[in-house]
């Protein structure tokens, strides 16, 4: 399973990034998937997951108005739409994936796949 993230790079505040993740090795519509992301001296955190069992998401409340994971199997890609950037929102965001059906267990657990890291600027 290799997990490649792209679509990172510098956007003005307000601005919109679209990050991608292609999976490939397996089906993806088998997996529940996610995004997580780690700034500078912190933590890694979770943004958003999409549960491969009934297609529901779960994302971070400090984003959940601004960013929307989605998939498109045919294309085995998963998207993270994140609209009006913030500086608080540079990081290094990755992609994962989990044979878990559900979210809960997904963010629980440590995923058993991810992606390299692209690194997201939100700066003037």
């Given at each position: 399973v290799q997990l490649q993230a792209s679509g990172g790079g510098l956007a003005q505040p307000g601005?919109?990034?679209?990050?991608?993740?292609?999976?490939?090795?397996v089906t993806l519509g088998d997996y529940t998937i996610g995004w997580f992301r780690q700034a500078p001296g912190k933590e890694r955190d979770w943004v958003s997951c999409?549960?491969?069992?009934?297609?529901?998401?779960?994302t971070?409340?400090?984003?959940k108005d601004r960013f929307a994971i989605s998939r498109n199997n045919a294309l085995n890609t998963?998207?993270?739409?994140?609209?009006?950037?913030q500086p608080d929102?540079?990081?290094?965001?990755?992609?994962?994936?989990?044979?878990?059906?559900?979210?809960?267990?997904?963010?629980t657990t440590t995923p058993d796949y991810w992606g390299q890291g692209?690194?997201?600027?939100?700066?003037?």
């Open positions: 601005g919109s990034l679209r990050l991608s993740c292609v999976v490939s090795g999409l549960a491969s069992s009934d297609g529901s998401t779960t971070a409340d400090s984003v998963v998207y993270l739409q994140m609209n009006s950037l929102d540079t990081a290094v965001y990755y992609c994962a994936a989990d044979r878990a059906q559900h979210c809960i267990t997904f963010l692209t690194q997201v600027t939100v700066s003037s």
